[in-house]
């Protein structure tokens, strides 16, 4: 959730995208997969935010971030998401085989170390190659700190993933994209200033030597 979700009858995964699929579905037919609670869908068409899954109440599952606990994921979250899943050939550049695949929020269970119990956690997309190699895609707007940054990408290691980021509104800051330049070499970062609809831009940013350098537009975003 809340690109996912699943049937309450079978616990058959549904993505929101799925659209046949999901409006076949009865109003008490759809289920948190997390919590197993009612789900309704909400957004779309003229409306600012994405279609998606949204809880009637608040999520169960007490390990969940606050974000998606609470169904307070934000419009520019959800865009940049989907612009992820729907654009995830450009952040994997020319690694793409035939059978790569991307899909919404996949658990990861991160294994204890180094004084680090173990955990889950949600990825915003997941990229899986045929031979079983994984990229999370993560879309990183709220404010964080080059810590958790590698706090986070440690997680993934371990769990065995590897991970790229995608930084936009407060956490599109310098000393994170300079974190990210060193770590891998280059840096993303959504931009949400001049697109309509909370659709966001992306843009390869920074070359190993200079952080401030604009390098190229990847790409633009084009609404279902
Ligand atoms: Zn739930």
């Known amino acids: 959730m809340p690109f996912i979700a699943k049937t309450r009858q079978g616990g058959m995964r549904l993505s929101i995208q799925d659209y046949e699929q999901v409006d076949a579905l009865g109003k008490d037919d759809i289920v948190c997969p997390f919590c197993d609670g009612t789900m309704f ?17 608040e999520c169960g599952a007490d390990w969940l971030p606050e974000e998606y606990a609470s ?31 991307a899909e919404y929020e996949i658990i990861i ?23 079983g190699r994984q990229i ?32 936009g509104k407060t956490a599109d800051r310098d000393q ?15 931009d949400f200033s001049y697109v309509s609809q909370s659709a966001p831009a ?9 952080v401030r350098h604009f390098e190229s537009e990847v790409a633009s975003y084009s609404p279902v």
């Not at 600012?48 to 949204?54: I, N």
């Not at 170390?113 to 889950?120: D, E, I, M, Q, T």
């Not at 994170?176 to 959504?190: A, I, K, L, P, T």
């Open 71 to 101: 169904g307070l994921e934000t419009a520019e979250h959800l865009s940049g998401k989907e612009w992820l899943k729907m654009n995830f050939r450009h952040m994997i550049a020319d690694e793409f085989v035939t059978g790569t695949t």
């Open 202 to 210: 992306t843009r390869r940013i920074a070359t190993p030597n200079d």
């Open 109 to 131: 269970n991160v294994p204890a170390y180094a004084g680090v119990p173990a955990h889950k956690r949600i990825t915003d997309v997941m990229v899986t190659f045929p031979n």
């Open 41 to 57: 869908i909400r957004g779309g068409d003229r409306t600012a935010y994405r279609r998606h899954f949204a809880h009637r109440i």
């Open 136 to 167: 999370a895609l993560e879309c990183q707007l709220a404010s964080i700190t080059p810590e958790t940054l590698e706090e986070r990408t440690n997680d993934y290691q371990r769990a065995g993933i590897d991970v790229r980021w995608v930084l």
């Open 176 to 190: 994170n994209r300079r974190w990210c330049d060193e770590h891998f070499g280059v840096c993303y970062s959504f």
